[in-house]
Nanobody, 121 residues
Framework: QVQLVESGGGLVQAGGSLRLSCAAS????????KGWFRQAPGKEREFVAG????????AYADSVKGRFTISRDNAKNTLYLQMNSLKPEDTAVYYC??????????????WGQGTQVTVSS
């Protein structure tokens, strides 16, 4: 059974930091692009960041550029999202996904169950 499991979410004050992790099991995703999405209550799921299978290419939503950093460790089959300078508007459930390319992440069949991030003002 293929699983993506997120962890690292929580409650943090504005200006604080969190590091999310997404561990894969059941298969290796080392040749897949991976990414993070988020969904706030009453809003559509939105792209946050993506990374190529090799890690040499990344993409970010404008809203998180300069604050969030995506990275991966293929040996550990784990994806990360370092989130700094957090704002209340970053509050959402964060999901990881895996797909052939960054562009196809949104339509991927491989999603985690999500981890809640809450930023208080």
């Amino acid at each position: 059974q293929v699983q993506l499991v997120e962890s690292g979410g929580g409650l943090v004050q504005a200006g604080g930091s969190l590091r999310l992790s997404c561990a894969a099991s059941g298969r290796t995703f080392s040749s897949y692009a991976k990414g993070w999405f988020r969904q706030a209550p009453g809003k559509e799921r939105e792209f946050v960041a993506g990374i190529t299978w090799s890690g040499d290419g990344t993409a970010y939503a404008d809203s998180v550029k300069g604050r969030f950093t995506i990275s991966r460790d293929n040996a550990k089959n784990t994806l990360y999202l370092q989130m700094n300078s957090l704002k209340p508007e970053d509050t959402a459930v964060y999901y990881c996904a895996a797909a052939q390319t960054i562009a196809t992440l949104y339509s991927s069949n491989y999603w985690g169950q999500g981890t809640q991030v809450t930023v208080s003002s």
